[in-house]
């Protein structure tokens, strides 16, 4: 069956950084887009960064670009999120999920998910 396993969350001050990584099995991991996705508390679920099958397209959202960088090994089955100057409004449970559609960005074509793990930036 399909288990996506995430680490790597934890605490860290502002303008840190923390690298996610997720563990995909169960599943053809490289048939497969991967996204991250995270909820603060009082929030909806709104995703992050996803990553094509090959690893060349890319989707961010805006107010992580240029600090956040999503990628991928397919040799392993994992992704990673590396997270760089980690501000206050980034603190969430992050999640990983899987996706065979087309669409990085909608939500909907993600049809596995992992169990979450919380981020939690001080000021």
């Known amino acids: 069956q399909v288990q996506l396993v995430e680490s790597g969350g934890g605490l860290v001050q502002a303008g840190g950084s923390l690298r996610l990584s997720c563990a995909a099995s169960?599943?053809?991991?490289?048939?497969?887009?991967m996204g991250w996705f995270r909820q603060a508390p009082g929030k909806e679920r709104e995703i992050v960064a996803a990553i094509s099958t090959s690893g060349l397209n890319t989707y961010y959202k805006y107010s992580v670009k240029g600090r956040f960088t999503i990628s991928r090994d397919n040799a392993k089955n994992t992704v990673f999120l590396q997270m760089n100057s980690l501000e206050s409004e980034d603190t969430a449970v992050y999640y990983c999920?899987?996706?065979?559609?087309?669409?990085?960005?909608?939500?909907?074509?993600?049809?596995?998910w992992g169990q979450g793990t919380q981020v939690t930036v001080s000021s």
């Open positions: 999920a899987a996706n065979r559609g087309s669409s990085l960005s909608d939500q909907r074509s993600y049809d596995y």
């Open positions: 169960g599943l053809t991991f490289s048939m497969n887009s």
